[in-house]
């Protein structure tokens, strides 16, 4: 846990406590008969010019039991948490809220919890504004996850509220809707993938609060007039899965292999990692640091994030008729999934698609590949744009919140192998 903790307390009474009553009528009989305690809230930022005012759902939380035994707090990348209330010694409601409304269902949470001693404790997390969708995951470190389905005891009938039972201790723990993968792990990924001599690393871009939007490029610097394929991720904060698709599949074209030589020899790939920084550090659900879904920006681009893919994209689009082949977009939804456009295989370059995935399936016998084409194809969504304005293939690579991690490793590695595979009968 990095850094040692600061931890606040103030009682709240009156309304504060009749709006807990609320919340959720189980609590009714124990808000009166014992106090109740809740957090100091400070917005993490504020941005005269967001299209969406931010409110107090932006918060770095941090709380301490009435008794300072119980400690927890939101207070790192990726945290969420937005009010906190005692019950009992031994028992808390946790409150969770979106950056704005209406909002896609990605109910995000992420928070530490320490005891001063060894106690079993039960926590009641309410989502206000969505309903819940990811079975919690636990760490002891922020780095190492493993599955926190155990914790769960019970979920509303409406998805409001889920009941955890932990045992808790001396020892931080870490509960959150996915892994975390921050700001800072996908940079030293990044840095580490760069070390290698065909792969190199720039910022070709700034978020809303300025931080750095980088980019990689796999491929042969002494290739002459490579054809060029763009990906990016983590537009929407939650989605860890597909981070860690596209982690694998980056991996996989910079492999030494000599389907790898060849490809990058006539390819070059363009990798944006971590499109949305400022979302990724505040645990948005869905959002940038504006309020604004940026997968839903496209066409608009009233957003920097958005303004630097396009740029990128028009750069690569620029460098001839035929220069870009393929644009990826990885994301996470409820099941693993390639979302089309209805005339991908009409697009530059004809059939790819198609053949691909066809390859991909033809691969892996006990694994279907599931499409859904015409997906939001008239929306403001990246492969829309890309299909509409650059007239080349745009696929949205889904990996659902639930699929094994070791399977998406296996997954990106055969895509990302079949993908080169097509892409060079179709240069050749």
């Avoid at 005692?86 to 928070?111: C, D, G, H, M």
């Avoid at 792969?199 to 490579?226: E, F, H, M, W, Y």
């Avoid at 303004?307 to 099941?335: A, I, N, P, Q, W």
Wanted: aromatic content about 8%; charged content about 20%; glycine content about 6%.
């Amino acid at each position: 846990m990095p850094g040692p903790l600061g931890f606040c307390r103030l009682q709240v009474t009156g309304l504060l406590a009749i709006r807990l009553c609320c919340v959720s009528a189980c609590f009714v009989l124990l808000v009166s008969e014992s106090p109740v305690w809740a957090v100091e809230i400070a917005p993490k930022s504020t941005d005269s010019d967001s299209l969406h005012p931010l409110d107090t759902s932006l918060a770095t939380t941090t709380f301490e039991s009435l008794d300072q035994s119980i400690q927890i707090d939101s207070d790192f990348c990726g945290g969420r948490l937005n009010e906190c209330f005692e019950i009992t010694p031994t028992r808390f409601q946790l409150v969770v809220r979106p950056e704005r409304k209406p909002i896609n269902n990605s109910a995000w949470y992420a928070f530490r919890i320490r005891s001063n001693e060894l106690r079993s404790i039960t926590v009641h997390l309410s989502y206000q504004g969505g309903t819940h969708r990811y079975t919690p995951r636990i760490s002891n470190d922020g780095t190492v996850w493993r599955d926190g389905q155990h914790l769960v005891s019970s979920v509303h009938p409406s998805g409001s509220e889920v009941v955890l039972q932990m045992d808790v201790g001396p020892d931080v723990l870490w509960v959150s809707a996915q892994e975390l993968i921050s700001n800072e792990d996908t940079e030293r990924w990044a840095k580490g993938l760069a070390t290698l001599p065909h792969v190199t690393r720039a910022v070709c871009g700034q978020s809303v609060l300025g931080r750095p939007i980088s980019k990689l490029v796999i491929g042969n610097p002494r290739a002459d007039s490579p054809g060029y394929v763009f990906i990016m991720g983590r537009l929407h904060p939650p989605e860890t899965t597909g981070a860690i698709g596209l982690m694998r599949f980056a991996e996989a074209i910079a492999a030494e292999t000599e389907l790898t030589q060849q490809f990058r020899d006539a390819f070059h790939v363009i990798v944006v990692p971590n499109a949305n920084p400022d979302g990724v550090e505040q645990g948005r659900w869905r959002c940038n640091a504006n309020s604004v879904d940026l997968n839903r920006d496209w066409g608009l681009f009233r957003q920097p994030e958005t303004r630097t893919l396009r740029r990128e994209l028009l750069d690569l689009k620029s460098r001839g008729r035929d220069s870009l082949y393929l644009v990826l977009d990885f994301h996470s939804t409820y099941e693993d999934v390639f979302y089309l456009t209805e005339n991908v295989d009409d697009v530059f370059p004809k059939n790819f698609t198609a053949t691909w995935l066809n390859r991909f399936d033809q691969r892996l016998p006990s694994y279907s590949v599931n499409l859904d084409k015409n997906h939001n194809s008239k929306r403001t969504t990246s492969k829309a744009w890309v299909d509409r304005v650059l007239n080349v293939a745009a696929v949205t690579y889904e990996f659902g919140d639930n699929t094994d991690r070791d399977a998406i490793a296996n997954l990106s590695r055969v895509s990302a192998e079949e993908m080169m595979r097509t892409l060079l009968n179709y240069r050749n």
